[in-house]
């Protein structure tokens, strides 16, 4: 029998719509994220995250390249959120993310994003992957409560950056039954050069032991070879140890044990701003890589999944293409994931 995700049961309690209530009333003084902006989002006032009352979504796909025991045979089910509590200078979807009247965008009411959420259970989709959650976790689940009563029955994946209150994952447990946090520095001064936020790591590194917390380090696996529930952490390798691998990867180990999940990337490409900067205007040399990897052996991890040197190009979306964002065919597979 396939697992009932938990926030079905949340949904019949009426625990779901507690959740909805207490998440809504931080809009009212905004914090929903770390930058706690502190203005009334209910009055669709906006601030950094360029978003107020309503989701604005920019593509909606049935995705093939996560990691295998997301994809399946037939694909996570995204859903990309429009703008993003970080400023990544090389954010491959920085169209959508960090374009704020970007064509792709639209604002849609909480039924409509149910309605989507429906829509990629209906063509088989094995869970939802919520792209960039963390500045319109309220209006998700409300969106989700209404999609919950009309019988979406698939897990949620949290897709995050994991610049993410603390606060707010709390009322996410029972809720989010996948986190697919990035962690992406171990230094501050780097965060705050390269994605705008100075307390990145502190933050981040709080945000994955809350869900850590929730889901446990142990993958839950259908009897089709399918995530269930479960914490994979993300860490893309950048050009000149600007993501501090090596401090990053021993802080997991440390923090979590050797079952700890990692999906090691190298598909950095030199995007958006990154063509500008000197440490960041060129993609990472296979000796760089090997090193992270080969330091990742000796520390004995027994769970993931490393990318092998394949070309960005595999990865690299098309927002233009709502529908389609990325290039047919594209999986983990063919990009050597």
């Not at 639209?106 to 829509?119: K, N, P, Q, T």
């Amino acid at each position: 029998m396939p697992r009932v995700p938990s926030y079905r049961r949340l949904q019949e309690s009426g625990e779901l719509g507690r959740r909805v209530s207490s998440l809504e009333a931080l809009l009212e003084s905004c914090a929903v994220c770390p930058h706690r902006c502190g203005i009334n989002r209910l009055e669709d006032r906006r601030s950094r995250c360029h978003t107020g009352r309503l989701p604005i979504v920019s593509a909606s796909t049935q995705h093939y390249g996560e990691e295998p025991l997301l994809v399946g045979t037939h694909g996570v089910g995204n859903i990309f959120f429009a703008n993003c509590s970080l400023r990544c200078v090389y954010c491959q979807n920085h169209l959508i993310s960090q374009n704020p009247r970007g064509e792709a965008h639209r604002e849609i009411s909480f039924g409509a994003l149910a309605d989507i959420m429906l829509d990629l259970q209906g063509k088989g989709c094995h869970s939802i992957g919520l792209v960039s959650p963390t500045h319109v976790v309220p209006q998700i689940v409300r969106a989700l409560e209404i999609a919950a009563g009309r019988g979406l029955s698939l897990p949620l994946i949290y897709n995050t950056g994991a610049y993410d209150s603390v606060d707010v994952l709390r009322l996410l447990d029972g809720i989010v039954d996948i986190y697919l946090p990035d962690l992406k520095y171990a230094d501050e001064d780097l965060g705050e050069l390269y994605s705008g936020v100075r307390d990145y790591p502190r933050i981040a590194r709080a945000a994955i032991e809350e869900m850590e917390r929730q889901v446990g380090t142990e993958l839950i696996v259908d009897e089709d070879g399918l995530l269930r529930r479960g914490l994979i952490i993300r860490h893309l390798v950048l050009p000149n140890d600007i993501a501090g691998s090596k401090e990053t990867l021993r802080w997991i180990r440390g923090r979590f044990g050797p079952r700890a999940t990692l999906s090691v990337m190298a598909q950095y490409s030199p995007v958006h701003r990154a063509r500008l900067l000197p440490l960041l205007d060129r993609t990472v040399r296979p000796g760089e890589y090997d090193r992270v990897i080969d330091f990742l052996g000796t520390l004995e991890m027994e769970e993931g999944w490393a990318q092998e040197s394949a070309s960005a190009s595999c990865y690299m979306p098309e927002f233009q293409n709502r529908d389609r964002p990325f290039r047919e065919g594209a999986d983990n597979r063919e990009c050597g994931g």
